[in-house]
């Protein structure tokens, strides 16, 4: 009972290789889009968080970094 012989070199080589081959991947999906596809997205994130700001309360007493009430004022 003996094990398939492996060559080191080359089983590290393909490792390598298939952790590139991923990464690629990866990158792909993230910043594999046309110009006009991504300025068209951050447009409409703008817009989007213009709409929102558009319709923000103005007496709310609300905190614009988490969503929790603020403390009232001591007189």
């Known amino acids: 009972m ?3 012989i492996v060559n080191l070199r080359r089983a590290r080589k393909a490792k390598a290789r298939e ?3 991923e990464t690629a991947a990866e990158n792909r999906v993230l910043f594999g889009r046309p ?3 991504r300025v068209a997205e951050a447009a409409r994130g703008e817009q989007e968080t213009r709409r929102l700001e558009g319709h923000r309360r103005e007496g709310s007493r609300l ?3 988490d969503g929790e009430p603020q403390p009232d004022a001591a007189p």
């Open 63 to 65: 905190d614009d970094d």
């Open 2 to 4: 003996t094990g398939e």
């Open 19 to 21: 952790k590139a081959a």
């Open 35 to 37: 110009k006009a596809q």
